[in-house]
C-alpha cells in the first residue's frame, strides 16, 4: 500500500480566527509539520502576538499576522492578498472564526442575523472565492470548521444553526465547483470547548451524557482532523468529518 501523506514542509495556510481556542491549537499542530501560517485576528490582538512569539522562536520568520474585520467583505480578498505575499503561495485555507450566541424566536434582531451570517457563512464563502485562484495553483484544500448543530439545531440558536447549515453546504459546494484542483472539507466539532460564557455543571453532564464516548473531546482532536484532511485525505472532498464523541447518533 502506497503512503498517501503529503509533506507540509514548506507549505502555507490561512487560518481565521486563529489567536485563540480551537483556531490556536491547529495553528500549533500545522506548524509542527513544518507549514508557514498565516494567522489571521480580529480584536484578539495580545494573544495573536503571543502565538507568533511562540512559533516564531520555534521557527523564525515561520508566521505573520493579519487584523481584519470579516464582516468588511470587500476587505476580504486584502486578507487572502496579505496571507500569499510573505511566501508568494497558498495550500490550505481554515475557515475557523466564528461568532455563537443565542437568539431566541421573538427577539431576533437584523443586527443579529448579519453577524451571525456574515461571520460563520458570508465571510468563508468570499475569502473561499478570493484563495480559490492560489489554491489552485497548489492544489490545495479548503476546511471549514463547521458544528454538529448545522445539521441538529440547537434550541434558541436559530440563527447560528442555520449559519452552520449553510456552511456544512457550501463545503460541498465549493468541492465541486473547485475540484479537481482544490479538495474542499468540513469538520463539525461537537463538546470540545464550552462557549465563553459559560453554561452550568448539570447542563455539561446531561450534553456528556448524550455522547457516546461519555466524555468531552478537546481542541487537539479537531486539529488532528484538520491535519488528516491536510496531508493524508488526499481522496477526500466534498465531506463533513463529525468530531464529536458519538453525540450525533444520539436523540
Known sequence: MSDNRDDLSGKVALITGAARRVGAVIARALHREGMNLALH?????KEA??????????????????QADLLQTTKLAAVV???????KRLDVLINNASTFYPTPIGSVTEAQWDNLLGTNLKAPFF????????????R???????????????????????????????SKALARELGPEVRVN??????????????????????????????????????????FLIRDAGYVSGQTIAVDGGRSLSD
Do not use: F
Open 81 to 87: 492578498k496579505e496571507a500569499t505575499s510573505r511566501w
Open 140 to 170: 490545495g484544500s479548503i476546511i471549514n470548521i463547521v458544528d454538529i448543530h448545522g445539521e441538529r439545531p440547537l434550541k434558541e440558536h436559530p440563527v447560528y444553526c442555520t449559519a452552520k447549515a449553510g456552511l456544512v453546504m457550501l
Open 49 to 66: 502576538r503571543a502565538l507568533q512569539r511562540e512559533l516564531n522562536e520555534r521557527r523564525e520568520a515561520s508566521v505573520v499576522l493579519i
Open 186 to 227: 468540513a469538520i463539525a466539532p461537537g463538546a470540545i470547548l464550552w462557549p465563553e460564557k459559560g453554561i452550568d455543571d448539570v447542563t455539561k453532564k446531561r450534553i456528556l451524557s448524550r455522547t457516546t464516548l461519555k466524555r468531552q473531546g478537546s481542541p487537539d482532536d479537531i486539529a488532528r482532523a484538520a491535519l
Open 41 to 45: 485576528y480580529h480584536t484578539s490582538h
Open 127 to 138: 475569502l473561499s472565492q478570493a484563495a480559490a485562484r492560489h489554491l489552485k495553483q497548489q
